[in-house]
């Protein structure tokens, strides 16, 4: 079965540090793509950056990146000089030829002034 | 462009009513997937349709429902409410062919049911 594991339910840092997110996934399949979503307290989900599994270059968006290990199927999440804004409940999620998005729990990210 | 609009955003049911969702998807997005989310159980996929067809289901019962129109706007229903089904239902969508698969997710519809 296709699972996404977070294994942080909660994470906080001060404003202006570097945090990562950890996320780990389990396919049987090749091709697949990989996405780490944003839901403020507003409640609005938000698509935060995407990975291509064909790809090797790893994917980044101004302050986001993420460290994409295919072989080890772990999908990680890195935010730079974090800011109050960035405090949400951040889920990562696959989505393979079955057109089904597999979400992880999530972890809460609280970021502290 | 416009975002994915759902409608209502908020809806309070009696136990053992049917109601009706309603989602809107970004222009020129064939595919809309459905979620319900609770504090229990985090995100369920409940059903993606793709150009008016279902293309997968999620493990939800049959009191769950959807369709999909020839404009792309999809409904969901949920018939005999139980006060399970109290949840935030979201709605995404997306180009739905490869590589388009990133997910544009809506605001919501909290259902309550009492």
């Known amino acids: 079965a296709q699972t996404v594991t977070q294994s942080q339910p909660e994470m906080s840092v001060q404003e202006a540090e570097t945090v990562t997110l950890s996320c780990t996934y389990d396919t049987s399949e090749n091709n697949y793509y990989l996405f780490w979503y944003k839901q403020p307290p507003s409640r609005q989900m938000i698509l935060v950056i995407r990975q291509e599994a064909y790809k090797q270059q790893n994917a980044t968006e101004n302050r986001f990146s993420v460290n994409f290990q295919k072989a080890a199927k772990s999908f990680s999440l890195k935010i730079s000089d974090s800011q109050l804004g960035d405090t949400a409940m951040y889920f990562c999620a696959f989505i393979d030829s079955n057109y089904q998005l597999i979400w992880g729990a999530g972890t809460k990210l609280i970021i502290k002034p | 462009k416009a975002g994915v609009t759902q409608t209502p955003r908020y809806l309070i049911k009696t136990r053992g009513q049917q109601v009706t969702l309603s989602c809107s998807p970004i222009s020129g997005h064939r595919s809309v997937s459905w979620y319900q989310q609770t504090p229990g159980q985090g995100l369920q996929f409940l059903f993606e349709y793709f150009s008016e067809t279902q293309r997968n289901k999620g493990n939800f019962p049959g009191r769950f429902s959807g369709r999909q129109f020839s404009n792309s706007r999809s409904e969901m229903n949920v018939s005999t409410l139980e006060l399970g089904d109290s949840a935030l239902y979201l709605c995404?969508?997306?180009?739905?062919?490869?590589?388009?698969?990133?997910?544009?997710f809506g605001p919501g519809t909290r259902l309550t049911v009492t």
């Open positions: 995404a969508s997306s180009l739905g062919v490869e590589p388009n698969y990133e997910q544009y």
